[in-house]
């Protein structure tokens, strides 16, 4: 099973695979492109039919070796626009509805045999977690099962994280939203950020 994690909105990700130590997730990592996504219908909301989840098609920079990332609700899901999730730019996007959760399970496998693929260390990054005006439509994630993690401050110290995490009785961690924001001001490539994503 992979790393669950639970949402008031999930803005945008990519995918790192760590090659050196766990608590230094950015010194050496392959990158994984997000191709396309090849199926979009998580809990079932469409907007494709058949099973139960989104699939990303991935490569592995350095390899060239084809992956998917499968991504399964299991929890509740009200989404927004289901037609938003997918990819967008560079990144991967969920979308839910505003003023709801939806806990997700990500898989890893092979794109042409669809066994699981297992690494021993890998990251996943979360960009441009921002909210309303006065808090509203406050953007969270909550991430369960892991080694470590970092800010934006613990791998640039020049500047200062944006957002607040909770420690949660079952030792899960909660990233919170601190600033207002709004589409036009989300990242459109992962190396090419400004300090609000």
Same mark, same amino acid.
């Given at each position: 099973?992979? +790393?669950?994690?639970?949402?008031?909105?999930?803005?945008?990700? #990519?995918?790192?695979?760590?090659? $050196?130590?766990?608590?230094?997730?950015?010194?050496? /990592?392959? =990158?994984?492109?997000?191709?396309?996504?090849?199926?979009?219908?998580?809990?079932?909301?469409?907007?494709?039919? $058949?099973?139960? *989840?989104?699939? /990303?098609?991935?490569?592995? =920079?350095?390899? !060239?070796?084809?992956?998917?990332?499968?991504?399964?609700?299991?929890?509740? /899901?009200? &989404?927004?626009? +289901?037609?938003?999730?997918?990819?967008?730019?560079?990144?991967?996007?969920?979308?839910?509805?505003? $003023?709801?959760?939806?806990?997700?399970?990500?898989?890893?496998?092979?794109?042409?045999?669809?066994? &699981?693929? #297992?690494?021993? /260390?890998?990251?996943?990054?979360?960009?441009?977690?921002?909210? !309303?005006?006065?808090?509203? %439509?406050?953007?969270?994630?909550?991430? $369960?099962?892991?080694? #470590?993690?970092?800010?934006?401050?613990?791998?640039? &110290?020049?500047?200062? %994280?944006?957002?607040?995490?909770? #420690?949660? +009785?079952? *030792?899960?961690?909660?990233?919170?939203?601190?600033?207002?924001?709004?589409?036009?001001?989300?990242? =459109?490539?992962? !190396?090419?950020?400004? =300090?609000?994503?």
């Amino acid at each position: 099973e992979g +790393p669950a994690w639970e949402s008031e909105v999930i803005e945008a990700f #990519t995918l790192h695979e760590s090659a $050196g130590n766990p608590a230094d997730i950015c010194a050496h /990592y392959t =990158k994984l492109n997000l191709i396309k996504c090849v199926h979009n219908n998580l809990a079932l909301h469409g907007p494709d039919k $058949g099973d139960e *989840g989104i699939i /990303y098609l991935a490569e592995d =920079k350095d390899t !060239g070796h084809k992956i998917e990332l499968v991504v399964n609700a299991v929890s509740a /899901y009200d &989404p927004f626009s +289901p037609r938003m999730n997918g990819i967008t730019g560079e990144f991967g996007t969920l979308n839910i509805h505003s $003023g709801s959760s939806v806990k997700v399970m990500f898989h890893v496998r092979d794109a042409h045999t669809k066994d &699981p693929v #297992t690494k021993r /260390y890998f990251s996943l990054t979360f960009f441009d977690l921002d909210q !309303g005006l006065s808090e509203t %439509s406050r953007e969270s994630v909550t991430v $369960g099962n892991f080694m #470590t993690f970092a800010l934006s401050d613990d791998v640039n &110290p020049s500047e200062d %994280s944006e957002v607040n995490v909770v #420690t949660n +009785p079952d *030792g899960s961690r909660t990233f919170k939203s601190s600033t207002f924001g709004t589409g036009e001001d989300n990242p =459109k490539h992962p !190396g090419k950020l400004n =300090k609000k994503q």
